[in-house]
């Protein structure tokens, strides 16, 4: 006070900080808090955020560079569930691969590929239950998948054919099936996020057993919705898994314009008293028992948890998108995380009953399996054909009844 040399006074201006690419420009960096396969805790469903919190500066990993599975995560599955979980993840690359292959023949018209991140859905979906309800982001085709939706609709949406279950309506890639547990997709980022927290609300209201799983990449965390989402699950103790999966890009934009100076995405957790943990998402079985741990606990009544999946985004973020003109050449070879598949195939040959013979013969079953699905979904028109679903149903579904001036436009048609 009246102090004219007051130390705190800036000598030059104010200067803005601009996150500087942690990775990204120099792949050689590496990810940051990596734990070795088997290192962390194991925590008790209830037990305090408070004594979780460090491990959301550490990442559940349970298998080894050898193959081998570790430590006090390992998941209780069968060689038939790991084979299960393969195929999953092998089935959602095919598709992706088929896809794309697609859209360079100008069968469709836009497509968005998970590789690298297959693990992660795939897993989540078979340690839910049917009847939970998954609010998904349009790179969780694994969901899908692993839920044994089938091939072909996903292909007729894809298409935008007779056959498609969304009636043409909709960009390829954002599905909707309630039967299975896949809340519709939206264009519109974050959205889903709240809107999972308010069905798993729903369900604690009614007293049911079912939970919500809410996914969000790691850009689109810093929508207001994400953190609206937190806050009505930390009030509330909402049955529902907070999944944010951080591949590390929002299309060209590095994680670190996302996530605050020094945080973690899981950091974001404690703040708001949810117990958040990071995980490795290309490691399936640690991918399995952290969502079973997250499923044990929102159905048993102790609320929210926030799981930061950490993995990569091999692929380019769409059809529309060149990574080449911002991201660094063989990133994906150093990232430390390796492949998904990859790494539980290895598992399974140091294992059990696996080689490369049959890995090859399941490859090639699947790759026979997509493309007769593609086969019947083409028969069905597309987009591209023309053959395509009639223009009078376009003014179907806007209101639960066609309103006056629909009911005019859709005359006009004449269809
Ligand atoms: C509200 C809103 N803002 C911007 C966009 C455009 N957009 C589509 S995808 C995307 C990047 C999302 O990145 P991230 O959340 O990390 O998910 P990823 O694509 O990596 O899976 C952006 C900015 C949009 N669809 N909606």
């Known amino acids: 006070m009246g102090n004219s040399s007051d130390a705190h006074a800036p000598s030059s201006g104010l200067s ?4 500087q690419p942690a990775r990204g420009h120099q792949p050689a960096d590496q990810v940051r808090y990596v734990s070795k396969a088997g290192e962390m805790k194991k925590p008790d469903l209830d037990e305090k955020v408070e004594r979780v919190a460090l491990m959301r500066k550490q990442m559940v990993r349970v298998l080894d560079d050898d193959g081998r599975a570790v430590g006090e995560w390992v998941p209780d599955l069968s060689f038939d569930d790991k084979l299960t979980g393969l195929r999953d993840m092998m ?39 049917p009847g939970d309800m998954h609010f998904p982001t349009y790179r969780q085709q694994g969901l899908l998948i692993a839920g044994g939706y089938p091939i072909v609709q996903m292909m007729n949406q894809i298409l935008s054919n007779e056959h498609d279950p969304l009636k043409g309506r909709q960009l ?52 207001n919705d994400f953190h609206a989402a937190l806050v009505m699950a930390s009030t509330y103790q909402a049955p529902v898994i907070l999944n944010i999966v951080n591949n590390h890009w929002a299309i060209s934009t590095p994680e670190d314009f996302a996530r605050g100076a020094s945080a973690t995405f899981a950091d974001r957790g ?23 741990w997250a499923e044990q606990r929102a159905r048993s009544n102790l609320g929210p948890t926030l799981l930061e999946w950490i993995t990569l985004r091999r692929g380019a973020h769409s059809t529309s998108d060149d990574p080449s003109v911002y991201r660094p050449d063989h990133e994906s070879e150093q990232f430390p995380l390796g492949d998904p598949i990859d790494r539980l195939k290895q598992h399974l040959v140091v294992d059990g009953d696996w080689d490369d013979e049959r890995h090859a ?55």
């Open 16 to 19: 803005l900080r601009i996150p």
């Open 91 to 129: 089935t959602v690359r095919a598709f992706d691969a088929r896809m794309l292959r697609a859209h360079r023949q100008g069968k469709i018209s836009f497509y968005m590929q998970a590789l690298g991140e297959e693990a992660i859905a795939c897993s989540q979906k078979r340690a839910l239950r």
């Open 172 to 223: 390829p890639v954002l599905y909707s099936a309630k039967s299975h547990g896949f809340f519709s997709i939206s264009g519109n980022l974050a959205t889903q996020f709240p809107q999972a927290v308010g069905w798993a609300m729903a369900s604690a209201m009614r007293g049911d057993t079912a939970i919500a799983s809410a996914w969000i990449g790691e850009g689109s965390s810093a929508e």
């Open 270 to 292: 404690y703040g708001f008293s949810i117990p958040a943990i990071r995980v490795d998402g290309n490691d399936y079985l640690a991918a399995y028992a952290a969502s079973q």
């Open 361 to 415: 013969a399941l490859e090639q079953e699947i790759a026979a399996e997509i493309d007769a699905a593609l086969a019947e979904a083409d028969s069905h028109g597309s987009v591209k054909s023309g053959v395509v679903p009639s223009a009078s149903t376009m003014f179907d579904d806007v209101y639960a009844e066609l309103p006056r001036h629909l009911r005019e436009q859709r005359d006009q048609v004449g269809e």
